[in-house]
């Protein structure tokens, strides 16, 4: 059994739809929740951290986290085209080491 | 303040050819990663080094794969001999090097593709 699962997509939504993306994970060291989002041809780059379970805001960004269910996701509000792009959930340890998911690709059309 | 930057950004070579691949992390941070992104997965960690020392190289491939950091600063990631299945981007990122919380910066990678 994979340590991430992450729903695989591809997801295409109108602009301005609310997108869901969700990742599953089964290591318990899991202590730092993180997603990354990814333009064609570039690296990935931070969007959203948490620590802890409950909700975290970040302008149309929330990230939601479950640790008894030790399910996360990540809401996109009022969608943009610009928002289309892969987003990686990572997961890191008290070591420092992050797994990513496999990534969910988003388009937005307008 | 300039991110991290990647040579070559793209490079293609026979199988059982040797390849090299650059990077220069942002100023100041202690960590460095070399990640493999197979197409339609997600970065897998190669090695982590701290300073110039290997924190974790536990998932590089060693009888092909090296790699080296030198003076804690540049580092080099190298392949010899080149397989088909290392087909793949490679993406050094860094990170200041704060324990537990570790915010990685990217590069935008290298694209190998081996015929």
């Known amino acids: 059994q994979k340590e991430v699962e992450q729903d695989p997509g591809p997801l295409s939504v109108p602009e301005g739809a609310i997108v869901s993306l969700n990742c599953t994970y089964s290591n318990s060291a899991f202590q730092y929740f993180m997603w990354y989002r990814q333009y064609s041809r570039k690296g990935p780059e931070l969007l959203m951290y948490?620590?802890?379970?409950g909700n975290k805001e970040d302008g149309r960004f929330t990230a939601q986290v479950d640790k008894s269910s030790k399910y996360i996701s990540l809401f996109i509000r009022d969608s943009q085209p610009s928002d289309s792009a892969t987003y990686l959930c990572a997961f890191n340890t008290n070591a420092g080491k992050s797994t990513f998911g496999d990534g969910t690709t988003l388009t937005v059309k307008p | 303040e300039a991110g991290v930057a990647q040579s070559p950004r793209y490079k293609i070579i026979e199988k059982r050819q040797s390849v090299a691949f650059w990077c220069n992390p942002i100023s100041g941070h202690a960590t460095l990663y070399w990640y493999q992104q197979i197409l339609g997965q997600g970065p897998k960690l190669l090695i982590q080094f701290q300073n110039n020392g290997v924190v974790d190289d536990s998932q590089l491939p060693k009888d092909r794969f090296s790699a080296e950091r030198l003076k804690g600063v540049d580092s080099t990631l190298k392949i010899q001999p080149a397989k088909l299945e290392d087909s793949a981007v490679y993406l050094c990122?860094?990170?200041?090097?704060?324990?537990?919380?570790?915010?990685?910066?990217f590069g935008s990678g290298t694209q190998l593709s081996v015929l």
């Open positions: 948490t620590y802890s379970s």
């Open positions: 990122a860094s990170s200041p090097g704060r324990p537990g919380y570790e915010k990685l910066f």
